[in-house]
């Protein structure tokens, strides 16, 4: 294993396979991981991600015979636990609580 220089990216030799690549962001068992720490990449693909969640229950919304109380239940269950998905590791700013809110109201 070789390191590369301080003033340059950090390079890894591993065996016969190469170098391993430096990169600013990558996913990780389905969350983006970035070098920063920031969340920007996977609040964005959550967020993203939720508005599926939500048109996919569609016939529930539309369902006259399916109760107020019910339908809260699988929005709960489907939409907003798809948004906050792994939410628990999130370091979040202002900014990003904002955003998650303004998707929830």
């Keep these: 294993?070789?390191?590369?220089?301080?003033n340059s990216a950090p390079s890894v030799q591993m065996?016969?396979?190469?170098?391993?690549?430096v990169v600013d962001h990558f996913k990780y068992l389905g969350a983006y991981?970035?070098?920063?720490?920031?969340?920007?990449?996977?609040?964005?693909?959550?967020?993203?991600?939720?508005?599926?969640a939500f048109k996919e229950l569609e016939?529930?919304?539309?369902?006259?015979?399916?109760?107020?109380?019910?339908?809260?239940?699988?929005?709960?269950?489907?939409?907003?636990?798809?948004?906050?998905y792994a939410s628990e590791c999130w370091t979040l700013t202002e900014r990003d609580e904002s955003r998650l809110n303004a998707f929830d109201i």
């Design 59 to 84: 016939k529930v919304w539309k369902d006259r015979y399916i109760n107020l109380d019910t339908k809260m239940k699988l929005y709960n269950a489907c939409v907003l636990s798809t948004l906050l």
């Design 1 to 6: 294993m070789s390191l590369g220089s301080l």
């Design 15 to 21: 065996g016969d396979e190469g170098l391993i690549k």
């Design 33 to 52: 991981c970035s070098a920063d720490g920031s969340n920007v990449k996977e609040l964005n693909h959550m967020i993203g991600k939720a508005p599926g």
